[in-house]
């Protein structure tokens, strides 16, 4: 008897809040505000049971494969006219980009028979991009307030791979968690600021990884029977953060898609 679950996603979520190139803006006295906010939760999950008779071979066989791409932004454009006036200055320029979320990938199988035969892979292919940036230029700004480019990213990844194999004869376990992550968020100011209060530039970024593997084979009969069980865990990741002087998104979500196919 052969029991098979197999569940694969393929994600790709873009939140972008922008100010395009041929905007033209005309701020004095006023705020402009700019912000993109994402929250998002991915959940890939396969279990697979096959029990059969002594004399039978089960082979049970769970395979789970999450491959995601996140790409979140807020900003202005590059060449993007801000127009403000020194005796009539903006009252501040708020741009935020924020991102949090959770990625779970599990993958379980069971077989029981004469033969047991039981493998379980989880595999993450997984990246997230948070930019917030003002673009270069345009004139000078002047602002009686803040001027603030933040952006923000949290996620939480666990991987799961369990795999149980009971023969008569001989029983085979082996489980496999593999992870590939590449996490960063971005904030920058390129456009130049003749009068203002204060000038904010930050970001930050906490990425975490739990993966659980285990395996566990048991043989019944003493002088014909072998079994063995396996188990191992990889991972792999980049996680960045920089405030800096570039703008724009690089496209991670359609890095991600790639990466897993």
């Known amino acids: 008897g052969i029991g098979g679950a197999v ?20 701020l004095s006295g006023g ?56 005796n009539n200055p903006a009252m501040g320029i708020d741009i935020e980009a924020s991102h949090s979320g959770k990625e779970t990938v599990t993958a379980k199988a069971g077989s029981a028979g004469g033969v047991s035969v039981t493998p379980a892979l989880a595999l993450d292919v997984s990246g997230v991009y948070v930019d917030a940036y003002l673009g270069e230029g ?24 369990d795999a149980s194999a009971a023969g008569a004869n001989v029983a085979a376990g082996g ?19 003749l009068k203002t209060s204060n000038i904010k530039v930050s970001t930050s970024s906490k990425s975490t990884m739990k993966s659980a593997v285990s395996a566990g084979a048991k043989g019944t009969r003493a002088k014909k029977s072998a079994s063995s069980g396996g188990s191992s865990g990889s991972s792999s990741g ?8 570039s703008d724009g998104a690089d496209g991670q979500a359609d890095k991600g898609i790639k990466a897993g196919s």
């Open 175 to 193: 489980a496999f968690g593999i992870s590939v992550v590449n996490d960063s968020s971005r904030s920058s100011l390129r456009r130049s600021v």
């Open 7 to 26: 569940a694969v996603h393929i994600t790709s979520i873009k939140t972008m809040a922008l100010v395009g190139s041929d905007a033209v803006i005309n």
């Open 31 to 86: 705020t402009l505000t700019v912000k993109a906010k994402a929250a998002d939760g991915v959940t890939t999950a396969a279990e697979a049971v096959s029990t059969e008779a002594a004399g039978k071979v089960g082979v049970g066989a769970g395979i789970a494969v999450g491959v995601s791409g996140v790409d979140t932004a807020a900003g202005v454009d590059q060449k993007a006219a801000i127009n403000t006036a020194e």
């Open 138 to 161: 345009g004139t000078g700004l002047y602002s009686s307030g803040d001027i603030t480019v933040l952006s923000e990213n949290e996620m939480n990844r666990a991987v799961t791979a």
């Open 238 to 245: 980049d996680g960045s953060s920089d405030a800096d002087g």
